[in-house]
């Protein structure tokens, strides 16, 4: 299969990195079965230390491939990301700068530092602070955007800029998209649209139903869904900015976790899960300009083979 500098320095078969995904929508099982296929599986951000602790302790009794852990800098404990060092193989943080005692603490802990970054400066910085391996993010991707350029224009600046692995993000939904960045010498391929709509993924149904109906052209950049996250530009759907603008009450639905019941105020950045109940299509409905490529469920495994697969041969075929 492919070799990368990212696939020998992390160890994963495949060079393709499942984007860190919160809201419950980034299950365990989904990081779980992305592993298993050869990627690198991450863990999104919400757990809290005892709960990562559990989750990654459960997978090093039958180890399913290489873990990495996601952090949100604006919501981050610490205490979580001394778990996730010394339990998972790749600790990444993402929007805020990079901080150089944050990395310390993760190769303290054993593991690799990643950076998920949005300029060039914000590269450098990352290297500077003592990182691994970089993510490029595009204006393409689903969820949160860090930067204001597109994937291939900001790829080509950072690989010129670095000397570590670079993992290109943002768009990248089908294997010619993967074997583009791979040709444009990205060290690897980070996707998240495409695994919101896996078999193993806990979006609401309904989110995946909504992915399956979209194009390309129906996301948006926005900063609609900020009640609890201020000034953090995101891309959604086009849908859910209109019905969540249309809605005309307050709370947009509940969330259940574990006892206790919560509600998902209209305008907030939590995206729907399967224990969301409630006006779905009027909250955050995350996705990148890859949308167009998802068109069905999938079991996570398949969508890794489709992509790396499908991209080798492209590569071969270019070559």
């Known amino acids: 299969m492919l070799r990368t500098r990212f696939t020998d320095l992390v160890g994963c078969s495949v060079p393709l990195q499942l984007a860190g995904m919160g809201g419950g929508v980034g299950a365990p099982e989904l990081a779980t079965a992305v592993a298993r296929a ?42 979580a990301v001394e778990v996730a060092a010394s339990r998972a193989r790749v600790v990444e943080f ?71 692995p670079v993992l290109a993000a943002g768009g990248v939904g089908t294997a010619r998209g993967a074997a583009a960045v791979l040709a444009a010498e990205a060290d690897g391929v980070r996707v998240g649209t495409r695994f919101v709509a896996a078999a193993e993924s806990g979006a609401h149904p309904k989110y995946v139903a909504a992915l399956i109906e979209a194009g390309s052209e129906e996301t948006v950049l926005t900063e609609t869904f900020s009640a609890v996250w201020p000034d953090a530009p995101h891309r959604v759907l086009r849908s859910c900015v209109e019905a969540a603008e249309a809605l005309g009450e ?26 969301t109940r409630g006006e779905v299509g009027a909250m955050a409905l995350y996705a990148g300009q890859s949308v167009g490529a998802v068109r069905g469920v999938q079991p996570a495994g398949e969508i890794v083979a489709e992509l790396m697969e499908g991209a080798e041969q492209l590569l071969r075929a270019w070559s």
């Open 38 to 79: 050869g990627g690198l599986g991450m863990i999104g951000p919400e757990p809290s230390s005892g709960e990562l602790q559990v989750i990654l302790d459960g997978l090093q009794e039958n180890p399913p491939g290489v873990i990495g852990v996601n952090f949100l800098i604006p919501f981050l404990e610490v205490a």
């Open 94 to 164: 993402f929007y805020g700068d990079p901080d150089a005692q944050l990395v310390r603490a993760v190769h303290e802990g054993g593991a690799l530092a990643s950076w998920q970054v949005g300029s060039v400066a914000e590269a450098r910085a990352a290297v500077q602070a003592g990182c691994d391996l970089v993510v490029a993010q595009g204006t393409e991707a689903g969820g949160h955007v860090r930067g204001r350029v597109g994937l291939l224009v900001l790829l080509e600046e950072v690989l010129e800029a670095v000397e570590v």
């Open 250 to 275: 307050d709370i947009a639905g509940e969330v259940t976790h574990g006892e206790s019941t919560v509600p998902v105020r209209r305008f907030a950045s939590q995206p729907p899960n399967r224990a």
